[in-house]
T-cell receptor, first 117, second 115 residues
Framework: AQKVTQAQTEISVVEKEDVTLDCVYETRDTTYYLFWYKQPPSGELVFLIRRNSFDEQNEISGRYSWNFQKSTSSFNFTITASQVVDSAVYFCALSEAGAGTASKLTFGTGTRLQVTL | DTEVTQTPKHLVMGMTNKKSLKCEQHMGHRAMYWYKQKAKKPPELMFVYSYEKLSINESVPSRFSPECPNSSLLNLHLHALQPEDSALYLC??????????????FGNGTRLTVT
């Protein structure tokens, strides 16, 4: 069975601070996919990034960066110079290959990020 | 703005009512999903449609009845719900290319209250 753990329930930072959201996953598959989604107060989940299990390159997109380490089964997400608009709940999710043609995601419990002035 | 549109945004219904949630996407996606999300919890998968056929039902009670009239539309028919069914109901869609790496695109959700 697959599992995603986001140990940080809530994080509060002051604007312009850097913040890292942790994600640890468990799976028996060798091929799998990892995702991060952002859920602002408005409710919709916004797709941020997808990473497959064979690609351990870290990725940077503007103020966002992701650190994927298979050795520790972690896929951490860092926001540099946080802004108030970054305030949201962030979900890490895992999808295993071979579960069917559609994507069946296992979500972590989410980390609520509060950025204040 | 999200490319997956859900209506209504809010719905209050009694336990004897029948109502429907609607979802529409025009991205050419062939997989569509219903998720249920309780407060401060992650989304939980309810149903998946792939090429307009129900492919996954996560043991959802029969008072929830999904329908996929065509590749762009997904409905969720509600009947005889319980107060504990109150939640945010999220619709999503994705490319269905035979792989499980297609990101899901979510709508804004319908916030349902059962009284």
């Amino acid at each position: 069975a697959q599992k995603v753990t986001q140990a940080q329930t809530e994080i509060s930072v002051v604007e312009k601070e850097d913040v890292t959201l942790d994600c640890v996953y468990e799976t028996r598959d060798t091929t799998y996919y990892l995702f991060w989604y952002k859920q602002p107060p408005s409710g919709e989940l916004v797709f941020l990034i997808r990473r497959n299990s064979f690609d351990e390159q870290n990725e940077i997109s503007g103020r966002y960066s992701w650190n994927f380490q298979k050795s520790t089964s972690s896929f951490n997400f860092t926001i540099t110079a946080s802004q108030v608009v970054d305030s949201a709940v962030y979900f890490c999710a895992l999808s295993e290959a071979g579960a069917g043609t559609a994507s069946k995601l296992t979500f972590g419990t989410g980390t609520r990020l509060q950025v204040t002035l | 703005d999200t490319e997956v549109t859900q209506t209504p945004k809010h719905l209050v219904m009694g336990m004897t009512n029948k109502k429907s949630l609607k979802c529409e996407q025009h991205m050419g996606h062939r997989a569509m999903y219903w998720y249920k999300q309780k407060a401060k919890k992650p989304p939980e998968l309810m149903f998946v449609y792939s090429y307009e056929k129900l492919s996954i039902n996560e043991s959802v009670p029969s008072r929830f009845s999904p329908e996929c009239p065509n590749s762009s539309l997904l409905n969720l028919h509600l009947h005889a719900l319980q107060p504990e069914d109150s939640a945010l109901y999220l619709c999503a869609s994705s490319h269905d290319s035979g792989q499980n790496n297609s990101p899901l695109h979510f709508g804004n959700g319908t916030r349902l209250t059962v009284t």
